[in-house]
Nanobody, 115 residues
Framework: QVHVVESGGGLVQPGGSLRLSCAAS????????MGWYRQAPGNKRQLVAY???????NYVDSVKGRFTISRDNAKNTVFLQMNSLKPEDTAAYYC?????????WGQGTQVTVSS
């Protein structure tokens, strides 16, 4: 069974930065494209960014130029560096494979952007 644990969220002012981490068990990071997703209250969970096995990355338009996804296969960890945060980035953030596997969702980490 695969487990992921997200961390690094918190309360930050608009324009601030946070770095999220996703630690995964097993070899899931090494053999899969990994993604970060987010879900704001009342909204569906949506993909934010993904990184493939060859480190190709892709971002939704709303975070391009502000967020950077990266991976450290040796540490089984995926990161999401978030800069120039906006109130609309407020959400619970999750990592999973891309496409997502239902049995992999973790508890997520809450990001709140507010002054």
């Amino acid at each position: 069974q695969v487990h992921v644990v997200e961390s690094g969220g918190g309360l930050v002012q608009p324009g601030g930065s946070l770095r999220l981490s996703c630690a995964a068990s097993g070899s899931i990071l090494r053999v899969n494209t990994m993604g970060w997703y987010r879900q704001a209250p009342g909204n569906k969970r949506q993909l934010v960014a993904y990184i493939s096995r060859d480190d190709t990355t892709n971002y939704v338009d709303s975070v391009k130029g502000r967020f950077t996804i990266s991976r450290d296969n040796a540490k089984n960890t995926v990161f999401l560096q978030m800069n120039s945060l906006k109130p609309e980035d407020t959400a619970a953030y999750y990592c999973n494979t891309y496409p997502a596997l239902g049995g992999v969702w973790g508890q997520g980490t809450q990001v709140t952007v507010s002054s």
